[in-house]
């Protein structure tokens, strides 16, 4: 579970991201990324439109997601935001899948 510090919150926060960050897309998912100046814990955001599927399964990748970024807190540079949009066909990824694909993004927009 990602604390309150590690989570984009405000509408405007997710919007600057999606518009100014870094975009590194992959079959399920699109991570994009933003390195501000600030000195602060990276933070994580998640978009799950209703295209994917049901609440059951946006809920459960929404938490897989969370899992999948607390385990790559320490690998992020702090004063970070990301915003992972989850892809309709990532309704059928499995928890390895989808860590693949958001530690690849990662890795290579150098968050």
Do not use: H
């Amino acid at each position: 579970m990602l604390a309150r510090p590690n989570r984009l919150t405000r509408g405007a926060d997710y919007k600057a991201v999606v518009r100014r960050g870094r975009r590194c897309a992959s079959a399920n998912t699109v991570v994009y990324t933003s390195a501000t100046g600030e000195s602060r814990p990276p933070r994580f955001g998640f978009i799950v439109s209703r295209q994917v599927g049901s609440a059951v399964v946006r809920n459960t990748l929404r938490r897989r997601l969370k899992a999948v970024c607390a385990e790559a807190l320490t690998d992020v540079r702090p004063g970070s935001d990301v915003v992972i949009r989850v892809l309709p066909p990532g309704r059928d990824a499995d928890f390895a899948a989808l860590r693949a694909d958001v530690t690849r993004c990662l890795a290579r927009s150098g968050a």
